[in-house]
């Protein structure tokens, strides 16, 4: 199926084609792992669900990309703020190769003020309405059981992650040292506000 429907398949049979063909194929296949517990690869036991989050173990690496080593080009990222981001990653859950989120989808309402609308959805509204049952759409999302599960996890962390990047790269637009200011104030006691910041 994934062969007729996915574009992502099917540009991955491509490139093998072209490998098969090549008499001096460059490609590479890295899966990282260190099998040195028992039971470390074992299928889980519990019906319980938990998130790694990128950064809670390693500090430098607060990213969930997924890296691509393109031919001549060197590696290359995908972000998850990528159109193609969950095509790739949840390939049986989007079996066309169909875009998921990205920064430029338009937001659309006829129930907000003028004054009060915006150019493009958030990425928290974007899987509020993913995650929706409606009638005369497909519910293979709805109806995939754990890799609906693994999917709500990845898109509340991405949610996460993105949140905080957003945070850490505009400190100066937020102005947080005003912040830590008011809070060494109020705690040395002084509670007039206005003589702060």
Do not use: W
Not at 44 to 63: H, K, M, Q
Not at 105 to 127: A, D, G, H, L, W
Not at 181 to 196: R, T
Request: glycine share 6%.
């Amino acid at each position: 199926m994934l062969d007729e429907t996915n574009e992502l398949v099917k540009t991955f049979r491509r490139i093998r084609q072209n490998l098969q063909l090549s008499s001096t194929p460059n490609f590479r296949l890295r899966i990282f792992g260190i099998k040195s517990r028992n039971r470390q690869y074992d299928l889980p036991t519990s019906s319980d669900i938990a998130a790694l989050i990128p950064g809670d173990f390693v500090p430098d690496r607060e990213d969930q990309d997924i890296i691509v080593d393109h031919q001549g080009e060197g590696l290359k990222r995908i972000t998850s703020l990528n159109p193609k981001f969950e095509a790739l990653h949840f390939p049986l859950l989007f079996p066309y190769g169909e875009d998921g989120f990205h920064p430029q989808i338009p937001y659309n309402s006829v129930f907000c003020p003028p004054s009060m609308r915006r150019k493009f959805i958030t990425q928290r509204e974007y899987y509020a309405y993913r995650l929706q049952y409606r009638r005369n759409e497909g519910h293979t999302l709805i109806q995939s059981g754990k890799a609906l599960q693994h999917y709500c996890v990845d898109a509340f962390s991405t949610i996460e992650l993105n949140r905080l990047a957003f945070l850490r790269t505009h400190q100066k637009d937020l102005r947080a040292e005003v912040y830590q200011g008011m809070e060494d104030a109020f705690a040395k006691g002084d509670l007039d506000g206005q003589k702060i910041g």
